[in-house]
């Protein structure tokens, strides 16, 4: 069946780096669309970065931009989340998703994704990230 499992979350200190990892299983990844969703208890789940899977053009949050690189292996269907500079309000639960042919852009996706998390076919349970000294 469809599948995402993430990992690599955990605590770290303000100004330190975690990488996530997702494996992706039961689907044809490479014609997938991927993105890094998160949220924090209390506040609303942001898209934090898409990647197209035709054009590779990719989506940053504007929270996350110029801090965050997102990145995926087709060969052996991996998306990375590489978080530098981390801040406490990026403590929050990531998941990983996947979408196909619904959002014409990666923005749409991300956006779109974190309204309604249902209209993404494939979502990971997550993993806690948190930042704290």
């Known amino acids: 069946q469809v599948q995402l499992v993430e990992s690599g979350g955990g605590l770290v200190q303000p100004g330190g780096s975690l990488r996530l990892s997702c494996s992706a299983s039961?689907?044809?990844?490479?014609?997938?669309?991927i993105g890094w969703f998160r949220q924090a208890p209390g506040k609303e789940r942001e898209g934090v970065t898409c990647?197209?899977?035709?054009?590779?053009?990719?989506y940053y949050a504007d929270s996350v931009k110029d801090r965050f690189t997102i990145s995926r292996d087709n060969a052996n269907n991996m998306v990375y989340l590489q978080m530098n500079s981390l801040k406490p309000e990026d403590t929050a639960v990531y998941h990983c998703?996947?979408?196909?042919?619904?959002?014409?852009?990666?923005?749409?996706?991300?956006?779109?994704?974190?309204?309604?998390?249902?209209?993404?076919?494939?979502w990971g349970q997550g993993t806690l990230v948190t930042v704290s000294s």
């Open positions: 998703a996947a979408s196909k042919g619904l959002f014409s852009t990666v923005s749409d996706m991300c956006i779109g994704g974190a309204v309604g998390s249902q209209l993404l076919d494939a």
């Open positions: 039961g689907f044809t990844f490479d014609s997938y669309a």
């Open positions: 990647f197209s899977d035709t054009d590779g053009d990719i």
